[in-house]
């Protein structure tokens, strides 16, 4: 059975950096994109940042320059290198991988930018 498995969410500052790290397990089939989303209260829950099979990436206009997606196939994790957070980063940030027949999710992992 897929799994996903998120870490690295906390109480960050303002200016600070996070990284986030999403490890899968099982067997996935034809997996054309991985990708990380997040949701505050009151928003619906947006695409961060994605990466699809050829190696394309492509951002949120609020992280770009900021946030880096990257994937370990040693240790079959997809990362999410986040710097220069904002208060506005405040959400929960969630692992999604796509394949052709299904998406899978993480379970979230909470970010909270503050001072």
């Known amino acids: 059975q897929v799994q996903l498995v998120e870490s690295g969410g906390g109480l960050v500052q303002p200016g600070g950096s996070r990284r986030l790290s999403c490890a899968y397990s099982g067997i996935i089939f034809s997996i054309y994109a991985m990708a990380w989303y997040r949701q505050a209260p009151g928003k619906e829950r947006e695409l961060v940042a994605s990466?699809?099979?050829?190696?394309?990436?492509n951002y949120a206009d609020s992280v770009k320059g900021r946030f880096t997606i990257s994937r370990d196939k040693a240790k079959n994790t997809v990362n999410l290198q986040m710097g220069s957070l904002k208060p506005e980063d405040t959400a929960v940030y969630y692992c999604n991988i796509e394949s052709t027949k299904v998406g899978y999710w993480g379970q979230g992992t909470q970010v909270t930018v503050s001072s």
């Open positions: 990466l699809t099979s050829d190696g394309t990436t």
